[in-house]
T-cell receptor, first 117, second 113 residues
Framework: DTAVSQTPKYLVTQMGNDKSIKCEQNLGHDTMYWYKQDSKKFLKIMFSYNNKELIINETVPNRFSPKSPDKAHLNLHINSLELGDSAVYFC????????????????FGPGTRLTVL | AQSVTQLGSHVSVSEGALVLLRCNYSSSVPPYLFWYVQYPNQGLQLLLKYTSAATLVKGINGFEAEFKKSETSFHLTKPSAHMSDAAEYFCAVRNYNNNDMRFGAGTRLTVKP
């Protein structure tokens, strides 16, 4: 009955490879997010999708491309991986702002630790 | 744009002592404020949230936070620290009318026996 799940939990790969991280939520939320957490624990929003449409796209390299096949899924594809991409990536979900009787706290997945060698 | 500042990247207390983690926010509109906890190798878990219903908010694990508009603060406290409270704590702010949540840099809490 996991609320927000991510696969894989660990990902070790070589520079230049292409990889994907999958995220699924079963909370019925209509907004999903990707965050990057660096080695100093700083959390940075990367993308936000609402009803399968991109609504926040912070300055990230275009090697990163989010894909949302439906409201319950938001996958992250990374092309041409670089050493600096090594981090923990978190998926999160929430109900969108303005939805009646919700305060839109975000629920986080367990994270995917990406190591680029 | 809204933002939060967490004062002190690392706080160390003795078991049984008061825990105080500081957070100040900046927002041009009424904010929603949150505290999250991250245990080692885990995701973030919501501790508590302020949504304008009450200025003193109680959360899980004995934590509480008080919203002080005059000080633009939302400090997190717990009367008596437990070893299991050792974790990273994040303050976050979101405007009531959009999804954009901004996190502070985090405060690592260490609890000494």
């Amino acid at each position: 009955d996991t609320a927000v799940s991510q696969t894989p939990k660990y990902l070790v790969t070589q520079m230049g490879n292409d990889k994907s991280i999958k995220c699924e939520q079963n909370l019925g939320h209509d907004t999903m997010y990707w965050y990057k957490q660096d080695s100093k624990k700083f959390l940075k929003i990367m993308f936000s999708y609402n009803n399968k449409e991109l609504i926040i796209n912070e300055t990230v390299p275009n090697r990163f491309s989010p894909k949302s096949p439906d409201k319950a899924h938001l996958n992250l594809h990374i092309n041409s991986l670089e050493l600096g991409d090594s981090a923990v990536y978190f998926c999160a979900s929430s109900q969108s702002a303005g939805t009646r009787n919700t305060y839109n706290e975000q629920f986080f997945g367990p994270g995917t630790r990406l190591t680029v060698l | 744009a809204q933002s939060v500042t967490q004062l002190g990247s690392h706080v160390s207390v003795s078991e049984g002592a008061l825990v105080l983690l500081r957070c100040n926010y900046s927002s041009s509109v009424p904010p929603y404020l949150f505290w999250y906890v991250q245990y080692p190798n885990q995701g973030l878990q919501l501790l508590l949230k302020y949504t304008s219903a009450a200025t003193l908010v109680k959360g899980i694990n004995g934590f509480e936070a008080e919203f002080k508009k005059s000080e633009t603060s939302f400090h997190l406290t717990k009367p008596s620290a437990h070893m299991s409270d050792a974790a990273e704590y994040f303050c976050a702010v979101r405007n009531y009318n959009n999804n954009d949540m901004r996190f502070g840099a985090g405060t690592r809490l260490t609890v000494k026996p």
